[in-house]
């Protein structure tokens, strides 16, 4: 037998989760990422289980496989841990060392484990910003010794917890926000270390969040989920002699007020410190003043465990620059365009107030805060007085570059003022990096308006008065997402709130969770680009992560969403009536008509009617659904001829002469014969150029513009498009020193004034989805199979770019390619995971098969 030690197995992990406490999988699939020799694969596997009636270890299971295999034994049950460690075998009969373990332990599974009430303060409730409550309750710990402790907790609104004076846990805007009518996410903490032997208390912060806060545009709307903040807790102890406490949110706890005054997402939050209750969540706290609660409803068949990680700070950035302005105000620069709070270290007399406000851009050397329209995001701090004092909100958040400070009293700004970065906690799986600091700029920009609105559910802008979950945006924007961070646990529950959120008809609203929205968004109506998120987005995280499973659990909403277009079409195959936005955002678009741009709205409908029953087809055939593959693969094909014949003129060129149109057409596959696919392709060239490459797209046509000329071997042309850098551009706005992507290509106008429009955001990702471009042609990183079990390596040099390299953790591990221009050639250096294959096709054609491990190969000028 060959040396064990050659071959190793890193922890495994379970279903999406980088936290594994708490979930709400009772059967958790398994991945593994093996190191290997060059050439090695993994013939067989063992999966070790170590459970607390014994340890399970399965036979030897002859398979390649080692992603999202499936869970080997009986389920788990409800609060149940276990640890499990793999190990592999070759062809070769080599065997691994078994691997580091990995701990599960799963929530509460079933509605009946659930012994805790819903409780509000029993105090009248007033009107949306209302004054935060706590909620507090003491208790004993008696008996034996405490084995562990684990908190399960979710609210009506947001809360954090305090046990015994200590927080819980590290998440921000707990518990997130869902379709809370249908899902409402809990989580799960282990408090052991929280507790003590004799007399304990816990407590909890609430405030309005998503639930009952101010959202949306046109004013906001209050009260969307109930009138009512709550809390639920189960607190469960187990002894060492196995007896167990449960401390639940009942009658027994008490209302009060502490230092929040209000608090809300959108207008931000003020605190008064003198007015904080030193040992409130300890035992001992004098609580006779306070006020009983009132239970409240809520099924506990709608509480659900998270399927990806929750918002933190990742980040902490400090100021490049502060400059004192007229009074007492500082205006600090951090330097990035970025999503969280302000976190200052001030001293002063008890009763000073410092009022810090948030924006993007500034105006004459003062903040703009006109594109926030209602947003207020204005934070105010009341000092206790007596010494240094540290604060930063809990209940709201900001997109900001720059605050102004009024009233400030602490030390050196530079030190005491510090901008916390706050997004969901997912873990960095991609990399990009070439010889043009330009385009390395762009694609950080990329990187930051992810983290901005990647924030428990993936939203359009951070800023202003919206912040909503906008399925066109993040359809166009999956791809690069998928690339660039794990964000799948994260998209897999927001996708079902998509799901539960569909009208009965099919349609897909236009952001989810579904809010009122005036006459143009409410009620919805079918929109293209945006509804075919149900069919497109799965199919890109299936792509990425090979999880079956999620295309399993959204193929009903993606069936009756492309069924109901079926409905609508016309008897040929044409989706042309309706409303449609369009190409949104045509830089042609009027200011007033965001929609109205040149392509033909229609012909974007049907394009895209075509693209989804063709991915609604592949995703039945993943699933064994061959009957349904086989019918909407032929109504897809009937789409694709309708859509040539309405839309393709005799000569090759398109009713719609626009940079989107023939974009729409190649990329989604609607030429199918090869003479119109090289003319559409030599016509999009030429509208490029005749444009002096800039762009001439909006949402639906800048993702596909690039990878357009390229797949018809245009990349001189497409090359161009990147490197401008004259409105509209990708690197336009680097000249207006941009640190995210914008909503519009002159969100800044070129003077260096605001763009006037009402719809002025300087931190939207969907014009940054050509990253995935950057990735997949000018690095050359692709998929060849789900999961990147294949890996394609197609570096298409050009642009007078010399090296670029890319990298992505990928299921089965890194993947990564670097090139580099030479007098010999094209030198690229590939690394092929172990369990996955890899090929480069360069550019002349020539294919080069690859084995696992770091390879090295120049193919001569």
Known sequence: MSDRRTVTVAAPTAEHHREPLGIGEPAPRISWKTTGPAGWTQHAYQIE???????????????QDSVLVPWPLAPLVSRESCEIRVRVRGADRTVSEWSPPLRIETGLLAPADWTAHTISPHEPERPAGHRPPLLRREFAVVGAEVERARLYVTAHGLYEIEINGRRVGDQALAPGWTSYHHRLRYQTHDVTDHLRAGANAIGAWLADGWYRGR????????????????????????????????????????????????????????????????????????????????????????????????????EEIPPVQVTALDGDRLLVDFGQNLVGRVRITVSGPAGHTVVIRHAEVLQDGELCVRPLRGAVSTDRYTLRGG????????????????????????????????????????????????????????HENVVWSLRGNFVDLPTDCPQRDERLGWTGDIQVFAPTAAFLYDCHGMLASWLRDVAVEQHDDGTVPWYVPEIPGGEQWTPARPGAGWGDVVALTPWDLYQASGDAGLLAAQYDSARRWVDLITELADASGLWNRGYQLGDWLDPFAPPEDPGAGRTDRHLIATAYYAWSLRHVAWTAGVLGRDDDRDRYEDRAWRVRWAFADAYVLPGGRMTSDTQTAYAVALRFDLLPDPPARAAAGRRLAELVEAGGHTIQTGFIGTPLVAPALSSTHHEDTAYA????????????????????????????????TVNP??????????????????????????????????????????????????????????????????????????????GATGRIEWPDGVVTDLPTGTTTTTRPA
């Not at 003043?289 to 990742?314: F, K, Q």
């Not at 490197?723 to 992507?741: G, N, R, V």
Request: hydrophobic residues 35%; charged residues 20%; aromatic residues 10%.
């Open 49 to 63: 289980v170590l459970r607390a009636d014994g340890t399970y270890t399965t036979e030897w299971v002859t398979s």
């Open 215 to 314: 959202l949306g545009f046109g004013g906001g709307h209050a009260d969307l989920y109930g009138d009512r903040v709550a809390l639920i807790a189960q607190l469960e102890i187990v002894h060492r002699d196995k007896t167990v406490t449960v401390i639940g949110t009942d009658t027994s706890w008490r209302a009060g007020q502490g230092p929040i005054l209000s608090s809300g997402l959108l207008d931000g939050e003020t605190y008064d410190a003198r007015q904080e209750l030193p040992g409130w969540s300890s035992s001992g706290f004098d609580d006779n003043a306070w006020s009983p609660v009132d239970l409240v409803d809520r099924d506990p068949a709608t509480l659900v465990a998270p399927t990806g990680p929750p918002v933190r700070c990742t």
């Open 387 to 442: 010494g240094t004092e540290t604060w930063e909100p809990r209940f709201t958040l900001h997109g900001f570059r720059y605050a102004e400070i009024t009233g400030w009293r602490g030390g050196d700004p530079s030190r005491d003022i510090v901008a916390r970065v706050h997004h969901t906690d997912m873990a960095r799986t991609g990399w990009f990096e070439c010889s043009n600091e330009q385009v390395n700029r762009l």
């Open 721 to 752: 498009l990147l490197l401008q850098q004259e409105c509209p551009s990708w690197l336009y706005a680097l000249k207006h020193d941009a640190t995210t992507i914008w909503e519009r290509w002159d969100s800044m106008l070129p003077d260096g």
């Open 757 to 834: 429009g009402e719809m002025t955001s300087f931190n939207h990702y969907a014009l940054g989805a050509v990253a995935q471009w950057l990735h997949t042609t000018v690095a050359g990183l692709g998929v060849g199979a789900p999961g990147y079990r294949d890996i394609v390596f197609r570096p298409r040099p050009g642009g007078g770019i010399t090296w670029a390299s890319a990298a992505h953790e990928s299921p089965y591990g890194r993947a990564a390619i670097r090139w580099e221009l030479g007098e010999t050639g094209l030198t690229v250096e590939t690394t092929v995971p172990t």
